[in-house]
């Protein structure tokens, strides 16, 4: 796969994860019946901050790797407080959590990726 279509594809997976973030009801937007409230659900935030920490790393976008790991970090933690602002999302820190436990471990599989990538070269 092409670096640029790599980003491409990384740059809209991000667009699309904002926007399932600040829904109101993202379970809704695929005909999915909400689950009970209170419930704390570590593993989609998790699963959806793996993918993007793993493309941005894969995606070698221009610029410092740790400026890129900042901007993942700031933004794991800003669309979390984000959502008190849309109505019937609150603000998690389960969540927070949940998000940089799931760019760390993205990005360590999209490093070990390149690295795979790299010595078979």
């Known amino acids: 796969m092409t670096p640029l279509l790599l980003r491409w ?6 667009i699309a ?19 009970p409230a209170g419930g704390w ?7 959806c901050f793996v993918l ?3 493309l941005v790393c894969c995606a070698r976008f221009p610029g410092r790797p740790t400026a890129w790991a900042g901007a993942l970090v700031g933004y794991a933690v800003a669309v979390e407080f984000a959502q008190a602002l849309v109505p019937t999302r609150t603000v998690q820190w389960q969540d927070v959590t949940a998000n ?20 078979s070269h």
């Not at 594809?9 to 991000?14: C, Q, S, T």
């Not at 659900?41 to 699963?47: E, I, K, M, Q």
């Not at 940089?100 to 390149?114: D, H, K, M, N, R």
């Open 9 to 14: 594809i990384a740059a809209l997976y991000w």
């Open 52 to 54: 993007l920490g793993g």
């Open 100 to 119: 940089l436990a799931g760019l760390a471990c993205g990005a360590l599989i999209g490093w070990a990726a390149l690295r795979v990538r790299t010595d």
């Open 41 to 47: 659900f570590f593993g989609p935030h998790f699963g």
């Open 17 to 35: 994860l904002t926007v399932l973030l600040l829904a109101p009801d993202p379970w809704g937007l695929f005909g999915i019946r909400h689950p």
